[in-house]
């Protein structure tokens, strides 16, 4: 059982030939909602895959509430911990898609409702967890306690720091990973990267994008490669790494394999629109690894 805490969003997505300048106002391809938040997301991806999930989090009580309860129920993800605020609309993700990049501006809104005494509702869940990922899209404070219930119970906690503005550098000593990408790596620890690599082997895991990842084994540093590939939208790779990472870490991967099978599954993820309308399942990764491999 992998369970995450985290945030639920409706992407609101648009194509277009440049993203404005200040001021300007410009035609745009097309438009779409698409089910998101880097906490769903994260359960998605490590569902598809063939994980048993459960999804802790916080929704509005409206339309796109409804349908993002209703997509997590369809990607067989246990809901019965998400809540509904009563004064907050469902949280949204305005992204803009140019040139196979993206800008993104989140609007929190029923995710900075997910509160500690919610956690404790869940504590049962969260401890029968094999490992719980979490984001920082939801109230610090909220973090903070769902770090400290899962050391009370000796569950491996896999923090994708983002927004990293959220970090508290303190955590580490209670998390088992940490999965920033470059640049959040230099927000929150300031220092070349390799440096901070051999400060925490095994356990910081910087994604570089298409280039793959890096981690410090205790003795020497490693590279995973990652997969070229022909990009169409590059939204939820990341989110896409972390679920699957944690599938294959709970099903008893070696990290160095766990990694190189996070990697291939994101650069899957890029090959379609929307952060979860490319996420793999489970045969479509070990087909490009056996494609890789023969």
Same mark, same amino acid.
């Given at each position: ?7 639920? !969003? ?10 404005? +300048? ?15 938040? &880097? ?8 569902? %598809? ?34 809540? &509904? ?13 140019? !040139? ?27 401890? &029968? ?10 109230? +610090? ?39 920033? !990408? ?20 095994? +356990? ?9 990842? %890096? ?26 790494? !972390? ?28 090959? &379609? ?22």
């Amino acid at each position: 059982m992998i369970t995450v805490i985290g945030s639920l !969003n409706m992407d609101l997505v648009v194509q277009m030939n440049a993203f404005p +300048k200040q001021g300007e106002t410009i035609l745009g391809n097309s438009f779409q909602t698409v089910p998101g938040g &880097k906490g769903a997301n994260q359960a998605v991806a490590a569902a %598809r895959l063939g994980s048993e999930v459960a999804m802790v989090g916080c929704l509005g009580n409206d339309h796109f509430g409804e349908t993002l309860h209703a997509a997590l129920q369809q990607e067989q993800i246990q809901t019965n911990a998400i809540v &509904k605020s009563t004064t907050a609309p469902t949280g949204i993700a305005n992204i803009l898609i140019y !040139n196979n990049d993206n800008r993104i501006v989140v609007v929190p809104g029923a995710n900075y409702d997910l509160s500690i005494s919610h956690l404790e509702a869940s504590k049962e869940l969260i401890q &029968k967890s094999h490992l719980v990922i979490i984001q920082l899209e939801i109230p +610090k404070e909220t973090t903070a306690h769902a770090i400290h219930l899962c050391k009370e119970a000796g569950v491996p906690i896999l923090l994708n720091p983002a927004p990293a503005a959220n970090f508290d550098v303190q955590w580490m000593d209670d998390i088992t990973y940490l999965t920033p !990408n470059e640049t959040e790596c230099a927000e929150i620890f300031k220092e070349p990267v390799e440096q901070v690599l051999e400060k925490y082997p095994n +356990k910081l895991i910087v994604t570089l994008g298409s280039d793959g990842a %890096r981690y410090f084994d205790g003795s020497y540093p490693i590279h995973v490669p990652g997969y070229m590939t022909t990009v169409v939208d590059t939204t939820g790779a990341g989110d896409t790494f !972390n679920g699957a990472l944690a599938y294959a870490l709970v099903e008893g991967q070696s990290l160095d394999e766990a990694v190189y099978f996070a990697n291939i599954a994101a650069s899957l993820s890029v090959e &379609k629109l929307g952060a979860q309308g490319g996420m793999p399942l489970l045969g479509a990764v070990y087909a490009r690894i056996a494609g890789l491999e023969g």
